[in-house]
């Protein structure tokens, strides 16, 4: 698809929130998900080194 401008872009056709805010739900899930296998990697870890 052509553009007119950036701001033409950012506004899909009048859909860009709905566009731009599922991505930014869906960046927010995966920052969430890496988020907590960073705190369930470490919490193995503990408990394997302490022995559990």
Known sequence: MNWE???AFINMGGYGTY???SFGVTAACFAFELLA???RR???ISA???GD
């Open 37 to 39: 296998l960073r705190a």
């Open 48 to 50: 394997l080194k302490a």
């Open 19 to 21: 566009v731009w805010g």
């Open 5 to 7: 401008s950036v701001s």
């Open 42 to 44: 470490r919490q193995i």
